[in-house]
């Protein structure tokens, strides 16, 4: 069996060979993504000039930890690299995110970014996204109106009767950093994520969902023996 942490660990030092000495960085959110935030607390206790805006309050402490500067972006600000994981990428580095419900965050600094770089262990490449659930990200007020309109919106998109489910655990319902609910749908497969996304933006009350279409310039794969690399 994969060892998956050290495919992760590959694919953060692969792709911490795109740092360069005075950057602003996007610091993803996981345990992938915790990789590259120890990589970059490494550079800074050598004496590198570097700088982090992190996706969740969870990252930020890591970083802070570690001695990196976060600060909060401004309209001038220019984020070099963002790096993060994602829960599924398929062969055009479409990708499925927010297994660690940070997705709004995360699409905001990946848009943001000049290059964005996804790392993941292996199994994470597939043929086509769907099999892991989808999360969307809707606003808490008068949710459940926002589910039936997702219903019937994935029903125009070809998913009639797919399961949703509010994120819970231990009984509660799972907030975001932002206050936010977390819906995961179980679509299957996606053959068209980036109409899908485009659909799934439009309905009042989702703030995000976790498809992330034409934004990825690299996706840095990893296992115990090596990388493998996918590029736009």
């Known amino acids: 069996m994969m060892d998956k942490d050290a495919g992760k660990k590959r694919a953060a030092e692969e792709a911490a060979k795109h740092i360069e000495r005075g950057m602003t960085l996007g610091l993803g ?8 935030v120890d990589i970059v607390g490494a550079l800074v206790a050598d004496g590198w000039d570097l700088r982090g805006v992190p996706t969740s309050e969870a990252t930020r ?3 802070e ?3 990196v500067s976060i600060i909060e972006p401004n309209e001038t600000t220019i984020i070099d690299l963002a790096v993060d994981g994602a829960d599924e990428a398929d062969p055009s580095l479409n990708l499925i995110k927010g297994g660690g419900a940070a997705l709004l965050r995360e699409k905001i600094i990946a848009h943001a970014a000049k290059k964005f770089i996804v790392i993941a262990d292996k199994s994470k490449r ?3 996204l769907g ?3 989808l999360p969307i990200e809707i606003s808490p007020y008068s949710w459940a109106l926002t589910v039936a309109a997702l219903r019937r919106t994935l029903s125009e998109n070809g998913f009639d009767g797919a399961p949703l489910e509010l994120r819970a655990h231990d009984g509660a319902p799972v907030k975001t950093d932002g206050g936010n609910l977390i819906i995961d749908a179980r679509l299957g497969r996606i053959d068209d994520p ?3 996304e485009k659909a799934l933006a439009a309905i009042p009350g989702v703030l995000e969902c976790g498809l992330f279409c034409a934004m990825t310039d690299m996706v840095i794969y990893g296992d115990e023996d090596g990388i493998s690399i996918a590029s736009a």
Do not use: D, E
């Not at 959110?29 to 590259?36: C, D, I, Q, V, W």
């Open 126 to 128: 597939v043929a086509a």
């Open 65 to 67: 930890r570690l001695g």
């Open 131 to 133: 099999a892991f659930p």
């Open 194 to 196: 980036a109409a899908l």
């Open 61 to 63: 402490a890591h970083a």
């Open 29 to 36: 959110t996981g345990s992938t993504a915790a990789h590259f």
